[in-house]
Structure formats: C-alpha cells, structure tokens
Antibody
C-alpha cells in the first residue's frame, strides 16, 4: 500500500535551516507528483511546493521563494524539503502528499504523510 | 494567485442534518477543485476530487458540485464522525492554494 513516512520533529533556532524527509513506498516513485503543505498551530493549510520526482522539476509558492528547496533521491524514494532562514512564524506541521493518479495534470493529492512538527524558538 | 473563499467559517448542526459548504474562486478554475476533511490531530483526507468525483471508501453522504468559480460540498445526514474542518483546494494553475476552512461541529 502507498505510504509516506516523514522524519521526526525538529526544534530549530531562528535563522537556522531545517530539512524534512518524506520516504515513499508501495508505488513507483517517479510516476507521481508530490507536494508539501504546512499548517501552523490552530491554523489552516498552506500550499508550499510541488515536485515532479521523474525530472526533479519544482515549483514553489511565492511566500517561500528563495527559502525553500525540494530535492528527490530516486535511489531511496525520498523527497526532501529544506527551509532556510527560519523564523518563529515557520513553526508548523509540515506534510508531504502524493497525487492520486499517475502523471495526471492537474493533480489531486490523495496520500499524505503523518506530518513533521518544526518548532522555531530561541 | 487564485484566492479561495469558503462559507460559512463555522457550522454547528444536529445529527442527520444536511450541511452545505461553499467555496468560491477568485477566477475560473474549471473543475480543478478538491475537498479535504481534516479531523483533529490527523492528516487531511481527500473526500471529493475534481469538484464532483467521489473516491473509493468515502461515504456516499459526501458529494460535491460546481465548476468555474462556485463550488459546493454537501454532507447529507451529518454523523458524529463528520466533525472536522473542511478545506477546498485548487490545482488549476500554480501556485495551488487552499481555502481557509469550514469547521463543522455537532450541536
């Protein structure tokens, strides 16, 4: 079955960087878009970025341009999301999610990781 | 960027009552609108894709309609397990965006 398993919680100081991983299993990794979404405590969902694992091509939300980088490792079926210059407002639960259909555009995202809590605090 | 607005922000209903949540896009997005349910401390769950397509395993009391800029999620006969926040989300053009959410509670 499709599984997305994310790395564990992180605590970072303002100005630092964080790299969250999302390990995929149960399907052909390169065939499905992955996106990242975050949710600040008590708040709604915020779209961050999308990656095509087949080509490594990415697109980022304007709010995160210059601070976020998504990379893929096809040897381990893992997607990484790195966020730099962290500030307190980046404290959130970060989710990876997989598209529900093979190379369908526009995608709908059906499968979700468990979320990774990133806390930014001095 | 396409902005999605939802109404109402909050709805408190009695069991078996019908719930209607609307989502409006700031420009036409065709049918590239999806609905998610998020229960406390859980990851979001895809309920309806492409405005009106149901998914396997989702109860039939959930349905979606609309196209262009106006969309509706309907929960026929609300059950206690439906207490959650519901988000609309578009994947029409990048960047994708979510609506602010509608919290549904039981009276």
């Amino acid at each position: 079955q499709v599984q997305l398993v994310q790395s564990g919680a992180e605590v970072k100081k303002p100005g630092a960087s964080v790299k969250v991983s999302c390990k995929a299993s149960g399907y052909t990794f390169i065939n499905y878009f992955i996106h990242w979404v975050r949710q600040a405590p008590g708040q709604g969902l915020e779209w961050m970025a999308i990656v095509n694992p087949r080509y490594g091509s990415t697109d980022y939300a304007q709010n995160f341009q210059g601070r976020v980088t998504m990379t893929t490792d096809t040897s381990t079926n893992t997607i990484y999301m790195e966020l730099t210059s962290l500030r307190s407002e980046d404290t959130a639960l970060y989710y990876c999610s997989r598209a529900e259909a093979y190379e369908v555009w526009p995608p709908a995202f059906e499968f979700w990781g468990q979320g990774t809590l990133v806390t930014v605090s001095s | 960027e396409i902005v999605l607005t939802q109404s109402p922000d909050f709805q408190s209903v009695t069991p078996k009552e019908k719930v209607t949540i609307t989502c409006r896009a700031s420009q036409s997005i065709g049918s590239s609108l999806h609905w998610y349910q998020q229960k406390p401390n859980q990851s979001p769950k895809l309920l309806i894709k492409y405005a009106s397509q149901s998914l396997s395993g989702v109860p039939s009391r959930f349905s979606g309609s609309g196209s262009g800029t106006d969309f509706t999620l309907t929960i026929n006969s609300l059950e206690a397990e439906d207490v959650a926040t519901y988000y609309c989300y578009h994947s029409s053009i990048l960047p994708f965006t979510f609506g602010p959410g509608t919290k549904v509670d039981i009276k």
